[in-house]
């Protein structure tokens, strides 16, 4: 018996590498499209405004995959669900090479959110089965690593490759192709189990005591995304327009710097309380939004970088502790129901903000953008980090 649970854990453990690259590839794929986003403008004549349109429908496809068909592997297996998702993902590449115009990047990002969101929420999942705590840990970090990866690889291939509006969907298309062929190699971690249609329905709740906590954490958590939706639809079109540097990794690396910091932040403040977490998280980000705030006006692309560090610091520390302040509040038959509902919350403040900012950036330009969107961002902040506190001293008395 010892021998059979040593044959199965071997088994298991490729899976894990397996999966983690596959779910960072899939993030690494969804920020490719930013640093191309310039480009995309000066070739199909595109207005801010409908770049971040391109950038947002994005989001809604992915939350609308995530609500629907996220447990969906609990009851058809994973293997088949995350293979689902590589076809549609290789689909979406296809659409990115053949793209001429604004309506083929809105079907490829339809198309690229439907099948990252059923990827996210499958891999995930496998990766809990294989190894609960190593998973959990994955599940937080793979994404961030394969935007930082995806923004500045595509980065580089625009500055230094052949075909840069092509080159990097055409790879990316190859990769997926291999890893629709190697996902079948793996070890099925889950099982099956009927009502598959069933799970199709969005449930939404928020149990009644989660409710105080969430909404002390929602401005925090609001800022977070907005800030994350503005760098990934904005931020190398915002470095170009300020700081007169046209070459594409200027822009990729300051959308690299936030990821990698806030994968490095996860990894590194994961044992701590939520509570530390979200003090960390506000004074980090603040300290970032003012000094890329100064970089912006100076035009000087180091201190963007170097704001953008402390940026993405705070940015995967509130991540850590909004969720730890509401998750263990839940019961294991309300985390499914509640974990929707803080998706929906993210994800549309992550997607509507940034539609907001190319109407901004196109009336006003991106550095009065950037102070507007600044402004809102910090008073968010300081408003969560004073309901909290307030918060905190009400429950000791």
Request: include cysteine; charged fraction near 10%; charge should be positive.
């Given at each position: 018996?010892?021998a059979?649970?040593?044959?199965?854990?071997?088994?298991?453990?490729?899976?894990?590498?397996?999966?983690?690259?596959?779910?960072?590839?899939?993030?690494?794929?969804?920020?490719?499209p930013?640093p191309?986003?310039?480009?995309?403008?000066?070739?199909?004549?595109?207005?801010?405004?409908?770049?971040?349109?391109?950038?947002?429908?994005?989001?809604?496809?992915?939350?609308?995959?995530?609500?629907?068909?996220g447990?969906?592997?609990?009851?058809?297996?994973?293997?088949?669900?995350?293979?689902?998702?590589?076809v549609?993902?290789?689909?979406?590449?296809?659409?990115?090479?053949?793209?001429?115009?604004?309506?083929?990047?809105?079907?490829?990002?339809?198309?690229q959110?439907?099948?990252?969101?059923?990827?996210?929420?499958?891999?995930?999942?496998?990766?809990?089965?294989?190894?609960?705590?190593?998973?959990?840990?994955?599940?937080?970090?793979?994404?961030?690593?394969?935007?930082?990866?995806?923004?500045?690889?595509?980065?580089?291939?625009?500055?230094?490759?052949?075909?840069?509006?092509?080159?990097?969907?055409?790879?990316?298309?190859?990769?997926?192709?291999?890893?629709?062929?190697?996902?079948?190699?793996?070890?099925?971690?889950?099982?099956?189990?009927p009502?598959?249609?069933?799970?199709?329905?969005?449930?939404?709740?928020?149990?009644?005591?989660?409710?105080?906590?969430?909404?002390?954490?929602?401005?925090?958590?609001?800022?977070?995304?907005?800030?994350?939706?503005?760098?990934?639809?904005?931020?190398?079109?915002?470095?170009?327009?300020?700081?007169?540097?046209?070459?594409?990794?200027?822009?990729?690396?300051?959308?690299?710097?936030?990821?990698?910091?806030?994968?490095?932040a996860?990894?590194?403040?994961?044992?701590?309380?939520?509570?530390?977490?979200l003090g960390?998280?506000?004074?980090?980000?603040?300290?970032?939004?003012?000094?890329?705030?100064?970089?912006?006006?100076?035009?000087?692309?180091?201190?963007?970088?170097?704001?953008?560090?402390?940026?993405?610091?705070?940015?995967?520390?509130?991540?850590?502790?909004?969720?730890?302040?509401?998750?263990?509040?839940?019961?294991?038959?309300?985390?499914?129901?509640?974990?929707?509902?803080?998706?929906?919350?993210?994800?549309?403040?992550?997607?509507?903000?940034?539609?907001?900012?190319g109407?901004?950036?196109?009336?006003?330009?991106?550095?009065?953008?950037t102070d507007?969107?600044?402004?809102?961002?910090?008073?968010?902040?300081?408003?969560?980090?004073?309901?909290?506190?307030?918060?905190?001293?009400?429950?000791?008395?």
């Amino acid at each position: 018996m010892v021998a059979a649970a040593k044959s199965t854990g071997n088994a298991q453990r490729p899976s894990i590498g397996f999966h983690a690259l596959t779910l960072a590839t899939f993030f690494g794929a969804s920020a490719a499209p930013t640093p191309l986003y310039r480009f995309y403008q000066q070739n199909f004549s595109l207005s801010p405004v409908l770049i971040t349109v391109v950038f947002a429908i994005y989001a809604f496809a992915l939350l609308a995959a995530l609500l629907t068909a996220g447990s969906i592997s609990d009851h058809l297996g994973r293997k088949p669900v995350i293979f689902f998702a590589l076809v549609l993902e290789i689909i979406a590449m296809a659409l990115f090479v053949v793209a001429n115009g604004p309506g083929w990047l809105i079907a490829a990002r339809i198309v690229q959110g439907i099948a990252t969101g059923i990827a996210g929420a499958s891999i995930g999942a496998a990766l809990v089965d294989v190894d609960r705590a190593k998973g959990q840990i994955v599940n937080s970090i793979a994404p961030l690593c394969g935007m930082a990866v995806g923004a500045v690889g595509t980065s580089a291939l625009i500055q230094y490759g052949p075909f840069p509006m092509h080159l990097t969907y055409a790879l990316l298309l190859l990769a997926f192709t291999l890893l629709a062929a190697g996902i079948w190699l793996t070890h099925e971690t889950g099982g099956t189990r009927p009502g598959a249609l069933g799970s199709l329905i969005p449930r939404v709740a928020i149990p009644q005591q989660v409710k105080r906590p969430l909404s002390l954490v929602t401005p925090i958590n609001i800022a977070n995304w907005t800030l994350a939706g503005f760098y990934l639809s904005l931020v190398p079109s915002l470095v170009a327009s300020t700081t007169g540097s046209g070459a594409p990794l200027t822009g990729g690396a300051v959308v690299t710097a936030l990821m990698a910091s806030g994968a490095s932040a996860v990894y590194l403040r994961r044992s701590k309380s939520a509570s530390a977490n979200l003090g960390f998280g506000v004074s980090a980000k603040t300290l970032g939004i003012l000094t890329v705030v100064a970089g912006v006006h100076l035009a000087n692309v180091p201190l963007l970088l170097i704001g953008t560090v402390f940026t993405g610091a705070g940015f995967g520390t509130n991540f850590l502790g909004s969720i730890g302040t509401i998750m263990p509040l839940a019961k294991a038959d309300e985390r499914a129901g509640l974990l929707s509902a803080f998706y929906i919350q993210s994800y549309l403040a992550f997607s509507l903000p940034a539609i907001l900012a190319g109407f901004l950036a196109k009336s006003a330009g991106y550095a009065l953008t950037t102070d507007i969107y600044a402004t809102a961002i910090l008073l968010l902040m300081g408003v969560g980090l004073l309901g909290l506190r307030a918060g905190r001293r009400k429950a000791a008395a």
